[in-house]
T-cell receptor, first 107, second 114 residues
């Protein structure tokens, strides 16, 4: 499974965009890039996933580098409810979580 | 549609006791997994199953057993609880679609071993 590198923590002002980076330089050609987040005292929840092309959904956008060795999760307007730990997981079937990025949203 | 249901939500065990953490899903998912999360850490995979009757080990399987007799249920057994197994346990189920998968997690079981 591909190793990932994410910042331990990031801060954002409320209503501002947030770009959460992830390096996954050992990703295999068939691995999708998944992003999950974990709100305090809850189980992780799905955010978005992609393979090669950039992806958008109601929660976020995912920008994938052309060489697929890195990706960026974009929250277009951070809210206080977005404060969570965000995990980047390149994988096929099984999920191996790293330590993720703890996002703090400042009112 | 209940999703993934874990019971109990909280449990305190004495060292050496055994118990079973229950996990049930009603989404007919093939894949089910168990994770543990220690304070300040990410989730670590304990065991997983790709279908009824099939299980395999994850990153940290020692001290835990699993079985998968039905699609819906995936219990996790602690054979002889140790303080090092104090953690929050999450169960997940997932489907596979065109080479990828989306996992749905339960709310967790907070286990303390004294």
């Amino acid at each position: 499974d591909a190793k990932t590198t994410q910042p331990n923590s990031m801060e954002s002002n409320e209503e501002e965009p947030v770009h959460l980076p992830c390096n996954h330089s050992t990703i295999s050609g068939t691995d999708y890039i998944h992003w999950y987040r974990q709100l305090p005292s809850q189980g992780p929840e799905y955010v978005i996933h992609g393979l090669t092309s950039n992806v958008n959904n109601r929660m976020a956008s995912l920008a994938i580098a052309e060489d697929r060795k890195s990706s960026t999760l974009i929250l277009h307007r951070a809210t206080l409810r977005d404060a969570a730990v965000y995990y980047c997981i390149p994988t096929g079937n099984q999920f191996y979580f790293g330590t993720g990025t703890s996002l703090t949203v400042i009112p | 549609n209940a999703g993934v249901t874990q019971t109990p939500k909280f449990q305190v065990l004495k060292t050496g006791q055994s118990m079973t953490l229950q996990c049930a899903q009603d989404m007919n998912h093939e894949y089910m997994s168990w994770y543990r999360q220690d304070p300040g850490m990410g989730l670590r995979l304990i065991h997983y199953s790709v279908g009824a009757g099939i299980t395999d080990q994850g990153e940290v399987p020692n001290g835990y057993n699993v079985s998968r007799s039905t699609t819906e249920d995936f219990p996790l057994r602690l054979l002889s609880a140790a303080p090092s197994q104090t953690s929050v346990y999450f169960c997940a189920s997932s489907y596979q679609d065109r080479g990828t998968t989306e996992a749905f997690f339960g709310q967790g079981t907070r286990l303390t071993v004294v």
